[in-house]
């Protein structure tokens, strides 16, 4: 009962990034592996595999330590929570920088109900040896669970030929965003407006390590600032995608509405100065950040160090009571090249 409770809330998820062949896999491993589609619970794997819970963690735990799976996160009950800090002195301290937030969780999206993680096995043993021509004929009018398993077809052509099968719905095109690894399907799915404005597609479309830059670049393209900036910090997002969507943040930055860079800045506390350092702001959107009052520490020393903050807002990043509590937010604002010039002389 141990070893089932340790599976309970975690879903194994294949590694994509190693290459399997080079792993010393026993049979067993290997029999495991494949029925791993990152979307089936570990305490479901037992009915799957016909393996009892205490073999079946020994197993993950030894394809955690190959690499070939990621290893299950570490419950809140693990973790210390830190001590609360002292708060006698009047000024607070000037806290460290923080690293990126990372993208908000979003829940996982279910594989339809029909044989519960099964789909990719029906497809290898029953579907995957049939002609091509054979298999787009049948993807064209197949019912479940075939639907299903036809979304793990890994030529294009007979993609293009389940998407025309009038019963596909969003949890296929879902299946297909998550495992399809050719570009031309990949593309073939957002051809579908439907498809391409769900955000559960959108979402395994970014994780796809198969994603062309340019089927990104439109998809993405509307999409407000923050949500580009959630893809830049996403760690399950392949760095490709990220990089390209680091590019498109600048870009729509500098023209982008003011509304939406606010957003952004607030939001973040200012941790996505980071990466748009030397962008200036336009007139309205200084004037929205000169409109509110600052409590936030981190959210001023984030703006004090971005050089490209216009003067009104240092000046009026002056004028807040936490700045004025607190010499380490003066000396940093002071030290701006925007500063005024009676903050400079002050630091001097």
């Not at 099968?165 to 299946?175: D, E, K, Q, Y």
């Not at 769900?198 to 949500?227: I, K, T």
Request: hydrophobic share 40%; aromatic share 4%.
């Amino acid at each position: 009962m141990e070893a089932f409770s340790l599976m309970v809330d975690w879903t194994p998820k294949p590694n994509l990034t190693v290459d399997l062949k080079r792993l010393s896999l026993s049979a067993e491993e290997g029999f495991v592996l494949s029925r791993l589609d990152g979307g089936t619970a570990a305490s479901h794997l037992p009915a799957l595999t016909g393996l009892p819970p205490e073999r079946l963690r020994a197993i993950l735990d030894r394809l955690v330590e190959q690499g070939a799976i990621q290893p299950a996160p570490v419950s809140s009950e693990q973790r210390t929570a830190p001590a609360p800090a002292s708060r006698d002195s009047t000024e607070d301290p000037l806290p460290e920088p923080e690293p990126p937030a990372t993208a908000e969780a979003e829940p996982e999206d279910e594989e339809p109900p029909d044989a519960q993680g099964n789909f990719r096995q029906l497809f290898e043993t029953r579907l995957h040896p049939l002609a091509e021509n054979e298999r787009k004929a049948r993807a064209h009018l197949a019912e479940e669970p075939e639907l299903s398993a036809f979304c793990f077809d890994p030529v294009p052509a007979v993609l293009k030929a389940l998407l025309d099968n009038p019963r596909v719905g969003l949890a296929h095109a879902r299946l297909i965003a998550r495992h399809h690894r050719h570009p031309a399907g990949l593309e073939a799915v957002c051809a579908r407006a439907a498809f391409a404005a769900d955000g559960g597609v959108r979402r395994w479309l970014a994780r796809n390590p198969q994603l062309p830059g340019g089927l990104f670049r439109r998809l993405w393209n509307s999409r407000r600032l923050m949500e580009l900036h959630k893809v830049t910090v996403d760690r399950d997002i392949p760095e490709g995608t990220r990089r390209t969507a680091r590019e498109m943040l600048r870009q729509r930055f500098s023209n982008g509405p003011s509304e939406e860079k606010v957003e952004l800045i607030l939001h973040t506390e200012g941790r996505c100065l980071l990466s748009l350092s030397g962008l200036p702001v336009d007139g309205k959107t200084t004037a929205l950040l000169c409109g509110r009052p600052y409590r936030s520490p981190l959210l001023i020393q984030n703006i004090a160090r971005w050089s490209a903050a216009p003067p009104a807002l240092i000046a009026h990043l002056l004028k807040q009571d936490a700045v004025k509590r607190q010499p380490q937010l003066r000396m940093l604002l002071g030290r701006h090249p925007h500063a005024p010039s009676d903050a400079r002389k002050t630091e001097d």
